[in-house]
């Protein structure tokens, strides 16, 4: 049988160096320009750069858990302190590639940290009009003592199934908490820490109540649930059609040119499978 013909997803997931951890991929300046230089040569129809929107104040990390490009930002109590997003700058660069790739469909996004706990702080920018795309992650969980952090760090310092389930309970918090995002990213985000030299290879059937409760309430908010292309995994489209999720989006969460759309023709295999089907354009969320 010959493949049915769709148009390729944008990748809706995509850094430049209006991201504060830009520089944890060699390649450095001008990045935004070199992303849809590298989208037009592969035939990529269109992109969102989604850039961090984080308001984190009391991020600890351990030592070693952040790469050296932001090492410059942990301060000397253990706490990262980030550079503001600077939204002008980065709106300025969309207009210039708007015009230099007029072949390229080029939406705005953010990727914002914790929407649950900083809608307020991030509310001028979202209902500006200015940004397309909103994607929520959840990437730091409650510490000790008011402080968050990384599931990286928390391993260090819990069991690894009450990490997974700690993030997994969250997942609710910050859908009831929040009216501000559209995606939710990275369902598998403490996954990409799990310990498996102590904890052995990761199960997702040991805690799939856990994933499948988070994306029913996902679902039920009508929330879009993003594939991560970095890791793909057939259990996350299945459960989540299965749990009436309608709509998902695709994203590389690419810092550089060279993962730019990675992995797309098979996580596209991979959501067909499930019933998902492509919209009229390429930025469109796939649905069922
Ligand atoms: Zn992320
Ligand atoms: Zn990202």
Redesign the pocket.
């Known amino acids: 049988m010959v493949g049915v013909m769709t148009i390729p997803p944008a990748d809706s ?1 995509v ?1 430049s160096e209006w ?1 504060w951890d830009w520089g944890s991929h060699p390649e450095s300046p001008g990045s935004m320009v070199r992303m849809c230089e590298r989208a037009v040569k592969i035939g990529l129809p269109a992109l969102v750069f ?1 850039e ?1 929107l984080d308001f984190e104040d009391a991020w600890r990390v351990d030592d070693g858990d952040i790469g050296q490009h932001a090492q410059k930002f942990v301060d000397d109590t253990g706490r990262v302190r980030l550079p503001p997003f600077d939204a002008d700058g980065y709106l300025g660069a969309i207009d210039r590639c708007r015009h230099a790739y007029k072949e390229l469909r080029i939406l705005t996004g953010v ?1 914002f940290g914790q929407p649950h706990m900083w809608d307020a702080q991030a509310a001028d920018l979202l209902s500006s009009g200015a940004i397309d795309r909103i ?1 929520g ?1 959840l990437h730091l969980l409650p510490f000790r003592a008011g402080d968050r952090t990384e599931p990286t760090t928390l391993y260090h310092h819990r069991a690894p199934d009450d990490v997974m389930w700690a993030y997994l309970e969250e997942v609710p918090r910050m859908v009831a908490g929040s009216d501000s995002f559209q995606v939710f ?2 369902i598998d985000y403490a996954v990409r820490s799990w310990p498996v030299a102590t904890a052995g290879p990761f199960d997702p059937r040991r805690f799939e109540g856990g994933f499948r409760a988070a994306m029913r309430v996902l679902a039920d908010s009508e929330r879009v649930l993003e594939m991560n292309t970095r890791r793909l995994r057939p259990w996350i489209p299945q459960w989540w059609a299965q749990e009436r999720g309608r709509a998902v989006s695709f ?1 590389s ?1 690419a ?1 550089g040119p060279d993962d730019l759309a990675a992995s797309f023709p098979e996580a596209v295999a991979m959501v067909e499978a499930f019933g998902f089907r492509a919209g009229s354009r390429p930025d469109d969320f796939w649905t069922r």
């Open positions: 997931h850094h991201s989604t961090h990727e994607n992650s990213t990275h994203g969460d810092h």
